[in-house]
């Protein structure tokens, strides 16, 4: 799952990027000053792309950094374009230095105006010939920010955020954390942004995915082999990287070639979400499934799933899971390729020690989602004595509840807590919500671009989970099925919201929809690069090249 081939998109953090910036320098021999002169040349080469005769002028709000002097180096080569530009630098000239000074000095013979704005007065005086300009370009801060922007950067990006005016932004917009995709007290929102070798983890994550605006990777010549021997630990999930997750199908395939998969699942007034569970994993692909409910529930249970078997276990007096429930559930498992267990089973005393026991005496992989998760909170360490491989799919809310760490903290850093928790408790971490992240035991982390707010409605996590297992039954590793089913549902979702509405479609349209979204995949209708849309970034697709 390191996989660094043509078809991986890798995003970077800031440590990832530095170390490979670094290494390009000193080890390799190619000068900070040569890939700074290839940074701003390919971003204008973007910025020409995509603005075109709009862009009549240009102003050019710099620090005193690196990202400064990309901005340095992109108002030469509009200038070389006959666009009118303007560099704005937040700073004397004296405090910039290194390869930024070198390239500050150079717009002085092309008669390229430079005025220094190092405080609030100074920019307030020339703020109304900033705004004059067709395009502001900002390259203020860099990937390198982790604390809140304050006082007089902080005024200039709500100035400029204010100015109506479309923004540019060079590698990344000025306040957003590179690692989370967090605001850092206040954010630039780009138009567009032209970041360097790699999207950046900041980039793709949400809320940082909206304020980056149409996102174009540029090549700045950084060697493959650098690239390797770094080894970024992240990738944003494509149709291209998914097609090669997906099991392929000889000719003579048989039901019992493709798998049989055991659900786990339901209690009184929630047989929705073992239903669907089943249901979706057959639409995955899973050869045969059979659904294992509370006694009293099979025969409220069975019309509603006619391809799916089903199997009655020991209840309580409450009608949910008893503890007795155990024998039967491991002889089941004797000819299945997976479980999934926990939609709808809820939470009482002998469910949850049902629950533990599974957990830790499973011969086959589990898929562990909803009641199943908040069965084992307050004891995830349970997860280490797993007997099998363990694939867990928290919502942030259950994910808050089994770390024992606040829901905000968790979406303030997605990656940096599901990665975490995937290696200390060996398991597959899919942590829902806007752009879903997968980490895997070994560190790896995939995040997932595909979906829309309108899947905010009940239903949704039953059918990832049925999707996951129903992939893993097919013999696909677990962090690849989770990959697989956590895109392919996205993109069902995404197909729903072209054809009916931004909302109001249900969770079961949802799982109808996965056998086209896995047509397009496998037929190849998005894998030719840059041809296919990417949910939260309006404007072109993400793309490389440049």
Avoid at 150 to 160: A, L, S, T
Avoid at 318 to 327: F, H, I, M, P, Q
Wanted: hydrophobic fraction near 40%; proline fraction near 7%.
């Amino acid at each position: 799952m390191h996989s660094t081939g043509e078809n991986a998109m890798i995003v970077v953090s800031a440590a990832e990027m530095r170390e490979m910036d670094r290494k390009t320098i000193e080890d390799f021999g190619i000068p900070g000053r040569v890939l700074m002169e290839s940074a701003g040349r390919g971003a204008v080469r973007f910025f020409l792309e995509y603005f075109g005769e709009k862009a009549a002028s240009a102003a050019v709000v710099a620090g005193r950094g690196n990202n400064g002097g990309d901005g340095f180096v992109m108002a030469r080569y509009l200038h070389h374009r006959g666009i009118k530009v303007t560099v704005y630098l937040l700073s004397e000239r004296g405090r910039v230095q290194g390869d930024a000074r070198a390239n500050l000095d150079l717009l002085d013979p092309l008669g390229i105006p430079v005025f220094e704005l190092p405080d609030k007065e100074r920019f307030e005086a020339r703020r109304t010939a900033i705004a004059h300009h067709s395009v502001l370009i900002d390259a203020v801060l860099g990937t390198g920010l982790s604390s809140d922007v304050r006082g007089y950067f902080r005024d200039v990006i709500e100035w400029i955020n204010d100015s109506g005016k479309p923004v540019f932004s060079v590698d990344i917009p000025s306040g957003l954390n590179s690692e989370t995709g967090q605001i850092c007290g206040a954010c630039i929102r780009a138009t567009a942004t032209a970041t360097f070798a790699f999207a950046k983890c900041g980039h793709v994550l949400h809320p940082g995915w909206g304020l980056s605006g149409a996102l174009r990777i540029v090549d700045i010549g950084i060697p493959p082999h650098i690239v390797e021997s770094v080894g970024p630990r992240q990738q944003l999930l494509t149709p291209a990287s998914v097609s090669g997750f997906l099991p392929r199908r000889s000719a003579d395939a048989h039901k019992g070639t493709t798998g049989h998969l055991l659900v786990v699942a339901g209690a009184p007034g929630k047989t929705g979400a073992a239903a669907m569970t089943a249901l979706s994993a057959m639409r995955a692909g899973a050869g045969l499934v059979t659904l294992a409910v509370p006694r009293s529930l099979n025969p409220v249970i069975e019309p509603q799933v006619t391809e799916v078997m089903t199997s009655p276990l020991p209840e309580t007096v409450d009608g949910t899971l008893d503890e007795k429930a155990l024998d039967r559930i491991l002889a089941l498992t004797a000819d299945k390729k997976c479980l999934a267990l926990g939609p709808g089973i809820g939470t009482g005393e002998e469910t949850q020690r049902l629950v533990h026991r599974l957990v830790e005496q499973s011969p086959v992989p589990l898929v562990i989602d909803a009641d199943g998760l908040n069965c084992i909170a307050g004891d995830a360490d349970l997860l280490k004595r797993a007997a099998a491989p363990v694939v867990i799919t928290p919502h942030p809310g259950e994910m808050s509840r089994l770390s024992d760490t606040p829901t905000r903290k968790i979406q303030q850093d997605r990656i940096g807590h599901s990665r975490s928790f995937a290696e200390r408790h060996r398991v597959v971490v899919v942590l829902k919500g806007a752009a879903t992240v997968v980490a895997a035991p070994d560190g790896a982390c995939f995040v997932n671009p595909t979906g829309n707010p309108g899947m905010a409605s009940g239903g949704m996590g039953d059918v990832l989970t049925g999707l996951i297992a129903g992939l893993l039954t097919q013999g696909i590793a677990p962090p690849a099925a989770s990959c697989a089913g956590a895109f392919v549902h996205g993109m069902a979702a995404d197909a729903l919201a072209e054809k009916v509405g931004p909302f109001g479609y249900l969770a079961s349209d949802v799982m109808f929809e996965v056998p086209a979204q896995f047509r397009e995949i496998v037929e190849g209708a998005f894998l030719v690069p840059g041809s296919w849309p990417v949910t939260g970034f309006p404007g072109p697709p993400l793309r490389g090249g440049g």
